[in-house]
């Protein structure tokens, strides 16, 4: 697990920004927040007030044009998040980035009277409307993250680390987060390097894989408890007059729960286009089978967004 993705969920009250702020600034991420979605949402057209009263907690009604808003701001998150490590304040990102490889989410909370107290003091308000003031905000959250995830935002199973802002300040959050996106980090490492120990497939057999590509990659689907069975089945591809098998091609992994075959190639291109013809092949004479080549480019990079390179 190499985390490049973080996400900062908040309660109303709990210095979400101030984290949010401090922690890309001592990774040296990239912080998508309010501003940085407006300032680059105004290249499809919208303007400040319009950008105001879509964002995420407005009380408008979630017609056609908000929509649209939403798909494309959640495009433009992944879109960046392909670019570069980022931070992401709110917008759902622990549904939107939900079981991402590299995504590290995190939940800030706070007691009621902690909140008041905050708010208090940064919005120069009295008890009475503080509380009114956090109790809307709450329930725009909820309300947002119910339309557009349908989801419930407070369940702590979406969370890698939950922190009670009561016991902290903002330096410590940071720290805090810091050093358990470390701790992540090695813990997935370690994991991965047990599991080449007990590598077996679906049927429970030990496979005899002839490259290391091949165990690295099984050993990847085992961390995420995908089944897989190594080279179960032989496709013939043509036959000589006399019925022998002239070509054939087997490919390295069948992923059962979802009814796809996986071939990886880390080879020369004049072997990749010889494979690529193969595949070609296949489907030509088997149209239902399901088949991915996975190139060398791609498994580098599969390779390094889990830190094995």
């Not at 003091?121 to 409307?129: H, I, M, N, P, R």
Request: with cysteine.
């Amino acid at each position: 697990m190499d985390v490049r993705i973080i996400t900062i969920s908040r309660e109303f009250g709990c210095n979400g920004t101030e984290v949010a702020e401090r922690l890309a600034k001592k990774l040296k991420f990239l912080l998508v927040n309010k501003r940085y979605i407006n300032e680059s949402m105004v290249k499809y057209g919208l303007t400040e007030e319009q950008l105001e009263s879509l964002e995420e907690s407005s009380l408008q009604p979630f017609n056609e044009t908000r929509k649209r808003y939403i798909e494309l701001m959640n495009q433009l998150i992944l879109d960046l998040a392909e670019e570069r490590p980022i931070v992401l304040l709110g917008r759902g990102g622990q549904f939107l980035f939900r079981n991402h490889p590299s995504a590290f989410h995190v939940k800030l909370i706070g007691s009621i009277e902690n909140r008041v107290t905050e708010i208090m003091a940064q919005y120069k308000l009295d008890k009475v409307s503080a509380l009114k003031l956090i109790s809307e905000q709450d329930r725009r959250r909820d309300l947002y993250i119910s339309k557009i995830f349908g989801g419930d935002w407070h369940d702590p199973s979406l969370y890698s680390l939950v922190i009670n802002m009561d016991y902290f300040n903002v330096s410590n959050a940071v720290k805090m987060i810091s050093r358990s996106i470390k701790l992540a980090e090695k813990n997935s490492h370690v994991k991965l390097e047990e599991s080449s120990e007990t590598l077996k497939d679906a049927t429970g057999s030990i496979p005899h894989f002839a490259h290391s590509s091949e165990e690295e990659f099984a050993k990847l689907l085992d961390f995420y408890r995908i089944r897989w069975l190594y080279e179960p089945k032989t496709f013939i591809l043509e036959c000589d007059s006399e019925g022998n098998i002239t070509s054939a091609f087997t490919p390295d992994f069948y992923l059962p729960d979802f009814d796809l075959y996986i071939e990886l190639t880390t080879q020369k291109q004049r072997l990749v286009n010889y494979k690529n013809r193969k595949i070609k092949r296949l489907k030509e004479l088997y149209p239902n089978v399901n088949i991915k080549m996975i190139y060398g480019k791609d498994y580098k990079n599969i390779l390094r967004k889990f830190g094995l390179i």
